[in-house]
């Protein structure tokens, strides 16, 4: 073999070599998601009987931003109760609340930490992630901290009861939802039964209770839809008053095509069951 041989065979060497490396380092591209696939929870809705769905505007789909975040605690260990099969009211109704407590309570905690961080920024673009997440424009921090706040348990117990026929409704069994959260693509969840012709949402599925409890609060706290609702809280902060949720679910119109029926409606079970905030 010759000297120009010898080179040739390095060459070709080196050149796979450095090919082989090319492929194994080079990233592949990930593809990001499409608006379309974004899934809208935040629009009003129930899942009672007497509602009617089709009354109810449905929202525009967005991307929610995701800044710094404060991690929420994990979903209890007990197993959801299998609440069709309880024959005693009562206890049926004690084993709801006993298993969604720890779970709203937990999620209000995680909103008083958020709440400790956006009082603690000072710079406005770091604040500006927030603010689209909570649909707060303009982007004002007071504005925004009466989007991030605490819930009355009173409020989110009744109408998790309400919306989920106290854990026996087809939504809540199939698809984990007990606030009657919709989504807008196909396949994104449960498709009513009783569904409008012309209608395009479905009930959205949630890997637990847990993720449809934290659902159920970003909607309370950021969709437009509410604010009636959040103007009463941030009212009772300004008098100093503890924020009630008999007082709260006023605000709460439109969450149902029955309006103040289901104002009412959640009043009665705050009441006849005794729930504190």
Known sequence: M????????????????????????????VALPSEDSVVDSATPSSTTPNSNLSNVETSDTRQATSPVRVDRAPPPVEDL???????????????????????????????????????????PEELAPWCEEYRVD??????????????????????AAVESAWGTSRFAVQANNFFGQWCFREGCGLVPSQRSSGAHHEVQIFDHPDDAVRA?????????????????????HEHGHPVSGSDMVGGLLSYSGIGEHYVDELRSIIRVNKLTD
């Open 216 to 236: 159920y609060f970003h909607n309370i706290n950021s969709h437009p839809a509410y604010e009636p609702a959040r103007e009463i809280r941030l009212e009772a």
């Open 81 to 123: 109760p299998d609440f069709r099969s309880f024959t005693d009211t009562k206890a049926k109704k004690q084993a709801f609340f006993d298993y969604f407590r720890p779970i709203i309570a937990a999620e209000n905690e995680r909103m008083l930490a958020e709440r400790e961080i956006v009082s603690s920024i000072a710079n």
């Open 138 to 159: 303009p982007c004002d921090q007071e504005q925004l901290l009466s989007h991030v706040d605490e819930i009355p348990m009173s409020m989110a117990l009744a109408q």
């Open 2 to 29: 010759n000297s120009k041989q010898s080179l040739l065979i390095l060459f070709l060497t080196v050149a796979v070599a450095v090919g082989w490396l090319v492929m194994v380092d080079t990233p592949k591209e």
